[in-house]
């Protein structure tokens, strides 16, 4: 196949380069075993580094040597094409991981787990971060996407963020963050990296914020389809919920390959098992154009989409 060939052309020119710079990173690793929608081609290099400073000096030494990068969270709300990522791909998920609590302030590496931090500072008696629970990607992710459920946003509790940019190492406010609706100024600057993360959160009861994010993730668990998917597909059409104008539109239960408009919410998108990419792309489309066409409501695609064809 075409993809194949370009891929192994690729391969065979760079990969020896990946493997004097990066020689702790795995190589042609199948990218679908790191993402929650289980898709994905392989990455050419995947470096999971196991502290700040080694983030940063892959991200120079990547820069120096003009390696496309690509950074990788929790695997959530991103789909990896079949292709796989050129390059050198990042994953901090589970590696970098880092939280220290000083009072009502925060500090966390931009791998945490967002659900992990919500029960760790819950336990600390700190208000805040109970809607976190919800999210199942990585204060990175979170930043990057201003991520939000149940009524919470990042935006409300983040104080700032130290991003990797132009060669250099700031820590950028909130206010310069451009948080909004699912969006930052890092979607602006894609070669930009979060690093790590401070918040400033209130004091609270214990086992009271313990037992509210409990009745969160049951309402997770009773609202999200078991099956694998990124999460949310589509951001809020202004007024209304994605989920409803998908089901309006007669979408629920339509397939195409192993992708499916889950029956249980129709917000995500979940493979049965060895989906594609392209298969996960058409039906975006399609449930892009019926809604557009049934309803007149444009909607926007809230996944993002890495990697070659």
């Keep these: 196949m075409q993809t194949d060939t370009r891929y192994s052309i690729f391969s065979c ?44 000096a892959a991200l120079e030494t990547a820069r120096a040597n003009g390696i496309p990068t690509t950074v990788l969270g929790g695997g959530t709300n991103v789909l990896v094409r079949d292709g796989g990522i050129r390059g050198l791909t990042i994953r901090l998920a589970k590696v970098l991981n880092n939280v220290e609590i000083s009072e009502n302030r925060v500090v966390a590496d931009a791998g945490v787990l967002y659900p992990a931090l919500a029960n760790a500072t819950a336990g600390r008696g700190l208000a805040g971060l109970e809607f976190a629970t919800g999210i199942p990607g990585t204060v990175g992710g979170a930043v990057y996407m201003n991520a939000g459920a149940y009524g919470g946003e990042t935006v409300d509790v983040l104080a700032w963020a130290d991003i ?15 948080l909004s609706y699912r969006h930052s100024i890092l ?28 009745k969160f993730r049951m309402q997770r668990m009773n609202g999200s389809p078991s099956k694998p998917s990124c999460g949310s597909t589509f951001k809020r059409p202004p007024g209304d919920f994605p989920g409803r ?5 007669g979408l629920k239960g339509t397939r195409i390959g192993q992708i499916e408009v889950s029956p249980v919410h129709a917000n995500y998108l979940v493979n049965h098992g060895g989906g594609a990419a392209d298969d996960a792309l058409k039906l975006i489309e399609l449930v892009r154009e019926t809604v557009r066409e049934k309803l007149g409501i444009e909607l926007e695609q809230e996944v993002r989409v890495v990697g070659e064809p």
């Excluded at 990797?164 to 451009?178: H, K, P, S, T």
């Excluded at 104008?245 to 539109?249: H, K, Q, R, S, T």
Aim: proline letters at 7%.
């Design 13 to 56: 020119m760079h990969n020896g380069t990946l493997q004097r710079l990066f020689p702790t990173a795995k190589f042609d690793e199948p990218l679908r075993r790191y993402t929650a929608w289980k898709i994905g081609g392989p990455a050419d290099a995947l470096l999971e580094p196991r502290s700040i400073e080694e983030l940063v």
């Design 164 to 178: 990797y940019r132009d060669g250099r190492v700031e820590r950028m406010a909130n206010a310069e963050l451009d």
């Design 187 to 214: 979607h602006e600057h894609p070669d930009w990296t979060v690093l790590r993360a401070g918040y400033v959160l209130k004091p609270g009861d214990a086992e009271e914020l313990k037992a509210r994010i409990r």
């Design 245 to 249: 104008v998908i089901e309006a539109a």
